[in-house]
């Protein structure tokens, strides 16, 4: 009971929705499995770690760019339609809104303008994925709107989770850039050791900024729906750093074996 009402003091309640609490469940339990095969090497059908070693091949593919487009395109539009959907709505739920929205409209910018592609996805997985970021972003704008007139928790995040939320997307962003850099030119397959920023101390920094991104965005809204798939996308995001690490030990013999997966001097 006790750690009930201290959480009381930073979540709202939960909703009465059986849907949602299913959904919460349904999430943590499928991103943190994902991030579980991502450390037993049983990779997403979009990544170079596929494609390097499981030897299969999709019939049905598509090239990376459309389909990394097709990942972001509806959770950017949910995002997006809630403004006219939810005409009426506070503060909170126009920042969980905004910040949804702008996480998605940033992806979209990075797959047409920033990122280097030299490969193709498999249009099931696209599916999958495309689905699942549609799906928790309009749940996480759900969520927020059934505690409309809800009394605020006696601990307000939302400044919090602003400044947490640009820290993440702005960090996110700027590894991004630098892993871009490598690369030259779309089709070109050569991999180099990312250097710059937090790279020196980590493998995958880019990952680290997301989920303080979506932190943030839990700390904004304050929803035990919005915290548990931060939490299951960390936890996703963790298996995934591991195999990025073991995939370049594999591939440079002069990968510094000090660096981390994720988070620095710990993980």
């Not at 939810?86 to 797959?111: G, M, Q």
């Not at 059934?146 to 590894?175: A, Q, S």
């Not at 397959?189 to 839990?218: A, D, M, R, T």
């Not at 919005?226 to 963790?238: D, E, H, P, Q």
Request: hydrophobic fraction near 45%.
């Amino acid at each position: 009971m006790a750690i009930f009402s201290s959480l009381l003091s930073f979540l709202y309640p939960p909703p009465p929705s059986l849907y949602l609490t299913a959904m919460s469940a349904i999430n943590f339990i499928a991103l943190s499995n994902a991030g579980l095969k991502e450390t037993r090497g049983k990779h997403l059908n979009y990544s170079k770690f596929y494609r390097s070693g499981s030897g299969q091949k999709s019939p049905a593919r598509i090239s990376s760019r459309t389909g990394m487009a097709i990942f972001y395109a509806p959770a950017f539009l949910a995002g997006a339609a809630s403004f006219w959907i939810f005409p009426v709505a506070d503060f909170r739920f126009r920042l969980v809104s905004a910040a949804l929205t702008i996480h998605f409209f940033k992806r979209l910018l990075e797959v047409m303008f920033l990122h280097k592609y030299s490969g193709s996805v498999d249009v099931e997985t696209t599916i999958t994925i495309s689905l699942s970021y549609f799906t928790g972003t309009a749940n996480m704008i759900y969520s927020q709107h059934l505690v409309r007139g809800f009394p605020d928790p006696r601990v307000d995040l939302k400044i919090f989770g602003l400044v947490i939320f640009l820290l993440g997307i702005t960090g996110n962003f700027y590894h991004h850039y630098l892993l871009s850099a490598l690369r030259r030119n779309d089709g070109e397959k050569q991999y180099k050791i990312p250097q710059g920023g937090l790279f020196g101390l980590v493998v995958c920094p880019h990952y680290l900024f997301e989920v303080l991104g979506f932190v943030g965005i839990s700390c904004i809204s304050q929803m035990l729906y919005v915290s548990v798939f931060a939490l299951g996308t960390c936890f996703y995001l963790m298996g995934r750093s591991v195999a990025t690490r073991r995939w370049y030990l594999s591939k440079f013999e002069n990968f510094p074996k000090g660096r981390k997966a994720m988070i620095p001097f710990l993980f």
